[in-house]
């Protein structure tokens, strides 16, 4: 775990709003990732810097147990062009602290990562949080992930 400082960026994607009252997120963020790859959005997205995915967690209505949105998709240079059935976000610059799940993506590595951090005192910001799927995470079956959590 270590603290840094992740300027602005902007992301285009698919997003949901979830919870994870009564294990709804555990349904609607596998659906979100499987509509990802179904559609090809990963290829549709414009003004793309790189195909390193990103999970997004913001708009929390006060903390992880409240409904909040989730945002899969890339980084992109500008919010100028959002395809209809995307959406698009602009992320601030804010201080993070980062976690990383190692391991077997099909164990559950991220979700495990997650309970840690929600039984954690991290001084959360709940403004967003994200997990970046780069080159580290292509191999399944063993996958470092990165998890950044906006702190104060």
């Given amino acids: 775990m270590k603290n840094k400082t ?5 992301i285009i994607g698919l997003a949901v709003r979830t919870s994870n009252q009564d294990g709804q997120s555990a349904k609607d963020i596998p659906e979100l990732w ?6 090809d959005v990963l290829n549709r997205i414009p003004n793309k810097i790189s195909s390193e995915l990103y999970c997004i967690y913001t708009e929390y209505e ?13 980084k992109v240079r500008s919010l100028e062009e959002v395809p209809e059935d995307m ?3 602009q ?9 990383t799940a ?6 559950g590595i991220v979700h495990q990562t ?7 005192d991290l001084s959360r910001t709940y403004t967003a949080d994200f997990e970046s799927y780069g080159e580290k ?3 399944p079956a063993n996958a470092k992930v990165d998890i950044f959590i906006g702190i104060y």
Wanted: with cysteine; charged share 25%.
């Fill in 6 to 10: 992740i300027p602005s960026f902007s």
């Fill in 34 to 39: 499987a509509r990802f790859f179904k559609e």
């Fill in 62 to 74: 006060r903390d992880h147990t409240l409904p909040y949105t989730t945002l899969l998709g890339c």
């Fill in 87 to 89: 959406d698009g976000l």
């Fill in 91 to 99: 992320i601030a610059e804010n201080q993070y602290q980062q976690f």
């Fill in 102 to 107: 190692e391991g077997n993506l099909e164990d």
């Fill in 114 to 120: 997650w309970q840690e951090i929600w039984n954690s």
């Fill in 137 to 139: 995470a292509q191999d």
